[in-house]
C-alpha cells in the first residue's frame, strides 16, 4: 500500500499531507501532555519493533509470502497517539532510506496507514471491546479490527490515486479493495496470533496501554470510527452512485477543485472519466465488502475461540497443584 | 551480525558526500517536486534529470550494481500500482508517465539515502522545525532498528534449531510467538535505555 | 571530608515479589577502588541502579544512600545523578544516540552546558578513551569493545566524582580489557567496579565487597578475600590465577 513518487498529483499530495501533519501533529502533542516520559522510548523502541515485524515473512500459498502492516496492533499495544507517531515513524524511515513510499507521497502513506488504519483498529477495536469481554473478546475485537483497517486504508488509497487520475476510481477501488480483503485475512491473523502469544507470557502489557489515552477512550473511539465512516461515505458513495467524477464533485464542494484550478503549474493531466459498466464494478466491491466483513467477523470469532482455549489449557498444566 | 548492508554507503568519501546534507535534502525535494509535477510532454525535462542523476551516481562511487539492485527491489511495487492506469483512456501514455517519474524519484531517494547518513538528515530536520518529540522517537527507532534485527536473528535461529516441522500453520504459530517475544523484549529494552537516558540527565 | 557512598541498611524487592537486596550496609571513602563481586543474580546491578536513584521506581521518604553527605531523594536526584557515573552492563541500552559525537554529548547537553563547553568536554572524553576520530560513526557499526568506550565516554563527559561500572570487561578481547583498565587507572575517580572478571579487581581495586543472594557476605582488602578459596567456591566464585601464590593469614 505504499504509494511510490509519482502516483499522486500535487493536489492530493498537499491535501494528505495537511492531513498528515495535523494529525501528527495532534498525536504529537498529546502524546507531550498525556504520556509519561518513561514511556517516550517505549514509542521509539515500538517503532523499530513494528519496522522489523514488518520485515519478516509470512508463507502464503505457492511460494508467496505476506508480511504484517501493524497499525492495529500498535494501536492495540500503545493506544492510539503513540500508534500514531510509532506508524509515522516507520514510514518516515522507510520513505528517506529505503526509498519504500514516496517523498512527495509520504503525507498520502502517513495519512492512510499511520491515521486511518491506526484509528480505524483503534475505534473498531474499542467499540466491539464493550461487547465481547474476556479474552477471546479481545481477540475477536483484535481480529475484525485489523481487517477493517486494513481494507479501509486500502479504500483511501485507491481514492487518492483516482482523484490524482492516476487510476479511474472504477478500477482502483474494486482492485485495491478486492487485494486488501485477502491481505487483510492474512493481517487479522498475524495480530490475533500476537495479541495472543504476548497475553499469554506478559499479559499485563495489554493492560496498561490506556494510560496514553485520558478515561473517556469509549467515546473518542466512536468518535474515531465515525469520522472514519463518513470519509469514506464521501469517498465511496458518490462512485457508487451513477453520477460520474464523484471524488472531483466532493473536492469541488470542499473547496480542494478551487485550489487546484488556482495554480495552474500542477496540472493533473488525465480526467477522471467513468467508462459506462464501471460503478456496478464499485457496487459489487461494497457488496463484497460488506459480505467479507461478516465472513471476517465469523471467521475471528472462531479463531479467536480457538486461540482462547488453547491459550487456557496452556496455562492449566503449567500452573502448580493445589496445596492446601 | 553487521547491518552496514542497510546504509553501507552512506558514508563514504566522494564529492558528492561532502555536500552538506541540507543542501542534498533540499535538492531532493525539488527534484521531486519538479518531476511530479511536470507534465509528460515536457520529455526534455526528464532527460534531463535521468542524465544530471546518472552523473551524479558516477560521483558517489557507488557500485552501479548496488544502486540498480535497490531500483530493481523496488520497481515492482510501482508497477503493481502503475498497471491499474492502464484501464482507462489514454491508458499506455498515463502509464509510461507515471513509470517514468516513479523511476526518477526513486533513483533521486536511493541517491539521497546512500549519501547522506540519517543521524545528518535528522540533525537537518531539526533545523527545518521538525517537532522535537517525533526526531527523538525517529532517532531512537534508527538505532535500534539494527539491535533488533539482531535479536530477531538470534531468537529465529534459536527456534529454527528446535524445530521440525515444515507445515505453514506452525510456521505463522511460531513467526507470530516472534514477533510477541520481540515486543516484550522491546519494552524490557525501553526501560533499561529509559534508566540510561535518565541516569546521565534526561528530564 | 564526607564519604563518596554511603548506604544503610539498602532493602529492595522487584515488582514481581523477588528480594534482590535484604539489608545492605557500607561506606566508600572519596577516591576509594572499590570491586563489587558475587555470582550471577546476586544483585550487584540491583545495588548499582540504586546508586543513581534509578531505582526504586518512586524514591522512599527516608533514604538510605547518601552521595558525599547528600541523603538522594526526589529533588536532588537529578543533581546525585550528575555526582555519580553509572555504566551500564549492555552497551546496546546505553547508546542511544545515532552517532558517537551526539551519545556522548547528550549528559552534558541535558545538564545544560553550551555548546562550546559540550564540545570541549566530549573531546576530553574521547580522548581519554582514545576514540578521536570516531565521532560520526553509527553506534551500530560499532565493535562490543568500542562501544564500551563509547559509554564509557558518555559518563565520563559528565564529569562524575564516583563511577559505578557494571561488568565493564564482559564481552572485551584481552586486549581491550588491558586497554580499559589502563583508562580506569588513569581515572582519579572514586570507584566502584560491579563485575566477574576477578583479575581486573586485583588490578585495580584495593577493597573488595562479596555479594550473594542480597546480602553482603564479606567485605574487606582484596587479596584477603579474593585469596580466601573456602570463601570464593561458597558464593560460586574463584580464587583468581595471579593470587595463587598468596595464602591468606
Ligand atoms: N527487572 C527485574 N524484575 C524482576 N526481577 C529482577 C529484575 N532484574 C533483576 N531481577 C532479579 O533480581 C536479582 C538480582 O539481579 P541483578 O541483575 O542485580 O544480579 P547481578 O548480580 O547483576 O547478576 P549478573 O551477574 O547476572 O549480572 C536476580 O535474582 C534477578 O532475577
Ligand atoms: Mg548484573
Not at chain 2, 484501464?87 to 546512500?114: D, H, P, R
Not at chain 3, 541502579?49 to 533514604?63: A, C, Q, R, T
Not at chain 3, 568500542?146 to 559505578?164: M, S, W
Request: hydrophobic letters at 45%; aromatic letters at 8%; one cysteine or more.
Amino acid at each position: 500500500m505504499h504509494i511510490p513518487d509519482g502516483f499522486l498529483d500535487a493536489k492530493t499530495a498537499i491535501a494528505t499531507g495537511m492531513f498528515s501533519i495535523t494529525g501528527l501533529g495532534t498525536a504529537l502533542r498529546r502524546a507531550e501532555r498525556h504520556v509519561q516520559s518513561r514511556k517516550i522510548p517505549l514509542i521509539g523502541l515500538a517503532a523499530a519493533f513494528i519496522f522489523v515485524a514488518q520485515m519478516l515473512n509470512f508463507p502464503v500459498a505457492s511460494g508467496t509470502s505476506g508480511h504484517l502492516l501493524g497499525a492495529t496492533l500498535a494501536a492495540v499495544l500503545l493506544g492510539p497517539s503513540a500508534a500514531i507517531i510509532v506508524m509515522s515513524s516507520v514510514l518516515i524511515v522507510q520513505a528517506l532510506i529505503f526509498a519504500d513510499g514516496g517523498i512527495l507521497a509520504l503525507g498520502a502513506n502517513i495519512f492512510n496507514m499511520a491515521i486511518v488504519a491506526t484509528l480505524c483498529g483503534y475505534g473498531i477495536y474499542k467499540i466491539l471491546q464493550i461487547f465481547f469481554r474476556g479474552e477471546q473478546g479481545r481477540l475477536v475485537a483484535v481480529g475484525f479490527a485489523s481487517w477493517c483497517a486494513t481494507v479501509i486504508a486500502s479504500v483511501f488509497c485507491a481514492g487518492e490515486l483516482a482523484w490524482s487520475g492516476t487510476a479511474l476510481w472504477g478500477t482502483a477501488f474494486p482492485a485495491m479493495a478486492g487485494v486488501h480483503m485477502l491481505t487483510g485475512l492474512g493481517e487479522a491473523t498475524i495480530t490475533m496470533l500476537v495479541i495472543a502469544a504476548i497475553s499469554k507470557t506478559r499479559p499485563e502489557l495489554l493492560e496498561d496501554n490506556d494510560q496514553a489515552v485520558p478515561a473517556n477512550g469509549r467515546s473518542t473511539a466512536f468518535v474515531y470510527v465515525a469520522l472514519i465512516v463518513i470519509g469514506l461515505l464521501l469517498l465511496v458513495a458518490p462512485h457508487a452512485s451513477p453520477l460520474p467524477d464523484g471524488l472531483e464533485q466532493v473536492a469541488s464542494s470542499l473547496g480542494f477543485e478551487h485550489k487546484a484550478t488556482e495554480a495552474p503549474i500542477l496540472p493533473s493531466p488525465i480526467k477522471d472519466y467513468q467508462l459506462p459498466g464501471i460503478p456496478s464494478a464499485g457496487t459489487a466491491t461494497i457488496v463484497a465488502g460488506v459480505i467479507g466483513a461478516l465472513a471476517v467477523f465469523a471467521l475471528s470469532f472462531l479463531f479467536a475461540r480457538v486461540l482462547a482455549r488453547r491459550q487456557k489449557s496452556a496455562v492449566h498444566p503449567s500452573s502448580p497443584p493445589n496445596r492446601q | 551480525m553487521r547491518h552496514d548492508f542497510l546504509d553501507r554507503y552512506s558514508r563514504l568519501d566522494s564529492p558528492i558526500h561532502r555536500l552538506p546534507t541540507t543542501a542534498k535534502l533540499l535538492s531532493t525535494l525539488c527534484v521531486i517536486s519538479a518531476t511530479v509535477t511536470l507534465h509528460f510532454t515536457h520529455a526534455w525535462f526528464f532527460i534531463i534529470v535521468a542524465g544530471v542523476l546518472l552523473i551524479l551516481s558516477a560521483l558517489t562511487t557507488i557500485p552501479w550494481r548496488f544502486l540498480f539492485g535497490r531500483l530493481m527491489v523496488l520497481e515492482p511495487f510501482a508497477l503493481g500500482i502503475a498497471v491499474m492506469a492502464l484501464f482507462q483512456e489514454n491508458g499506455v501514455f498515463v502509464f509510461l508517465s507515471i513509470l517514468t517519474k516513479s523511476t526518477l524519484c526513486l533513483f533521486t531517494v536511493i541517491l539521497l539515502s546512500n549519501t547522506a547518513p540519517f543521524a545528518e538528515i535528522l540533525l537537518s530536520l531539526k533545523r527545518f522545525g521538525v517537532p522535537k518529540l517525533l526526531i527523538t522517537i525517529l532517532a531512537l527507532m534508527y538505532r535500534y532498528l539494527f539491535v533488533l534485527i539482531d535479536e530477531t536473528e538470534r531468537l529465529n535461529r534459536a527456534r529454527s534449531s528446535r524445530t521440525f516441522s515444515n507445515s505453514p500453520i506452525r510456521k505463522w504459530h511460531t513467526m507470530a510467538s516472534l514477533i510477541g517475544q520481540l515486543f516484550v523484549r522491546s519494552t524490557e529494552r525501553a526501560e533499561r535505555i529509559y534508566a540510561a537516558m535518565s541516569a546521565r540527565g534526561w528530564k | 571530608m564526607n564519604p563518596a557512598i554511603e548506604i544503610r541498611g539498602l532493602q529492595f524487592r522487584y515488582p514481581d515479589g523477588k528480594e534482590a537486596l535484604r539489608g545492605i550496609s557500607f561506606t566508600i571513602a572519596d577516591g576509594e577502588c572499590v570491586g563489587l563481586v558475587g555470582p550471577n543474580g546476586s544483585g550487584k546491578s540491583t545495588l548499582l541502579l540504586h546508586l543513581n536513584g534509578l531505582l526504586p521506581e518512586s524514591l522512599p521518604k527516608d533514604p538510605n544512600v547518601v552521595v558525599y553527605g547528600r541523603a538522594l531523594n526526589k529533588e536532588n536526584a537529578a543533581e546525585i545523578r550528575r555526582d555519580v557515573g553509572l555504566l551500564f552492563q549492555d552497551p546496546d541500552d546505553q547508546l542511544f544516540c545515532p552517532t558517537v559525537y551526539e551519545d556522548v554529548a547528550f549528559g552534558p547537553e541535558q545538564f545544560g552546558l553550551d555548546k562550546e563547553k559540550v564540545r570541549a568536554v566530549v573531546t576530553k572524553a574521547l580522548e581519554t578513551t582514545s576514540l578521536l576520530g570516531h565521532e560520526h560513526r553509527s553506534p551500530h557499526h560499532l565493535s562490543s569493545g568500542e562501544k564500551r568506550r563509547v559509554c564509557l565516554a558518555g559518563v565520563l563527559a559528565c564529569e562524575p566524582r564516583v563511577l559505578a561500572l557494571d561488568e565493564p570487561t564482559s564481552n572485551l578481547d584481552p586486549r581491550g580489557k588491558r586497554n580499559l583498565i589502563q583508562t580506569l587507572k588513569s581515572i582519579p575517580a572514586t570507584k566502584i567496579i560491579a563485575t566477574h572478571d576477578l583479575e581486573m579487581v586485583v588490578e585495580l581495586c584495593s577493597r573488595t565487597i562479596v555479594l550473594d543472594q542480597g546480602t553482603i557476605i564479606a567485605d574487606g582488602p582484596t587479596h584477603q578475600l579474593l585469596g580466601d578459596e573456602k570463601l570464593m567456591l561458597a558464593h560460586g566464585l574463584e580464587k583468581p590465577h595471579i593470587l595463587r601464590h598468596v595464602h591468606p593469614h
